[in-house]
């Protein structure tokens, strides 16, 4: 998926069954990749998006995840009034700015079987299993232009939780306005998002760097909560963002 996903696991927790839980999430990544890669002309995706399959062409278990991630694609689209539209990509339906999550959810599923306290990072985008003794999670989101400090601390409280973070610091003018369907840098430096799904969570934290606070203001989904640096260095947030 272009990034580099990592594995923290609570030292209270059986070494030979986070290894053999991390082996197996992994398969998760790995399956997901060959999925819904844009990158691989051959993945069902690719061949979706640019109409040589439809959906009644694949096998019943492909052809679920993929609608299933479609599906979850129009809701995000539908509850931000369009700035999270995988309909507006050149080249045809594109969910990457979902599906990343989605299969980071999946790898974390295998943890919380294994009854592990673990954390699952994704390029920055984070879901965890699990609360340790100790107290809550606390999670650093990078400072969108100034590398080795922190924009805020976020508390996780719940068992279940995910954060992730969207910006065009690291990989420049990616985005795809879907007003307009030019590229750009983002209407903020950076909008992470934290609430019960990753994928949702991802999905939104890409709309809001889009959309800035237009985005925010459109935002009907419940129980997530955003913040926003701007590129002038001016934030903005919901009031039941988690700050530590």
Same mark, same amino acid.
């Given at each position: 998926m272009g990034t580099t996903v990592s594995f923290t696991v609570h030292d209270g927790c059986d070494p030979a069954i986070a290894r053999q839980a991390i082996a197996e999430a992994c398969g998760e990544l790995r399956a997901a990749d060959e999925l819904f890669s844009t990158w691989k002309p051959w993945s069902p995706m690719s061949r979706l998006r640019r109409g040589a399959a439809r959906l009644d062409t694949f096998p019943d278990d492909v052809a679920a995840q993929l609608a299933s991630v479609l599906a979850l694609s129009w809701q995000v689209r539908q509850a931000?009034?369009?700035?999270?539209?995988?309909w507006?990509?050149?080249g045809g339906v594109d969910p990457t700015g979902l599906v990343k999550g989605?299969?980071?959810?999946?790898?974390a599923a295998v943890l919380r079987?294994? /009854?592990?306290?673990?954390?699952? !990072?994704? /390029?920055?985008?984070?879901?965890?299993?699990?609360?340790?003794?100790?107290?809550?999670?606390?999670?650093?989101?990078?400072?969108p232009w100034?590398?080795?400090?922190?924009?805020?601390?976020?508390?996780?409280?719940?068992?279940?939780?995910?954060?992730?973070?969207s910006g065009s610091y690291e990989r420049g003018s990616h985005?795809? !306005?879907p007003r307009?369907?030019?590229?750009?840098s983002g209407a903020v430096a950076s909008a992470t998002v934290v609430g019960a799904d990753l994928a949702v969570a991802d999905a939104l934290a890409t709309a809001l760097a889009v959309g800035g606070g237009a985005a925010l203001d459109s935002m009907r989904l419940v129980g997530y909560e955003a913040y926003l640096v701007g590129h002038d260095g001016s934030e903005q947030s919901t009031d039941g963002f988690p700050f530590s």
């Amino acid at each position: 998926m272009g990034t580099t996903v990592s594995f923290t696991v609570h030292d209270g927790c059986d070494p030979a069954i986070a290894r053999q839980a991390i082996a197996e999430a992994c398969g998760e990544l790995r399956a997901a990749d060959e999925l819904f890669s844009t990158w691989k002309p051959w993945s069902p995706m690719s061949r979706l998006r640019r109409g040589a399959a439809r959906l009644d062409t694949f096998p019943d278990d492909v052809a679920a995840q993929l609608a299933s991630v479609l599906a979850l694609s129009w809701q995000v689209r539908q509850a931000t009034d369009g700035w999270f539209d995988p309909w507006a990509i050149p080249g045809g339906v594109d969910p990457t700015g979902l599906v990343k999550g989605w299969a980071l959810e999946r790898a974390a599923a295998v943890l919380r079987r294994a /009854g592990l306290l673990a954390t699952v !990072n994704g /390029g920055g985008d984070i879901v965890t299993c699990g609360i340790p003794l100790e107290g809550p999670w606390r999670i650093g989101v990078r400072h969108p232009w100034r590398p080795g400090s922190l924009a805020c601390v976020v508390t996780v409280s719940s068992p279940a939780q995910a954060v992730a973070t969207s910006g065009s610091y690291e990989r420049g003018s990616h985005f795809v !306005n879907p007003r307009t369907g030019a590229r750009t840098s983002g209407a903020v430096a950076s909008a992470t998002v934290v609430g019960a799904d990753l994928a949702v969570a991802d999905a939104l934290a890409t709309a809001l760097a889009v959309g800035g606070g237009a985005a925010l203001d459109s935002m009907r989904l419940v129980g997530y909560e955003a913040y926003l640096v701007g590129h002038d260095g001016s934030e903005q947030s919901t009031d039941g963002f988690p700050f530590s």
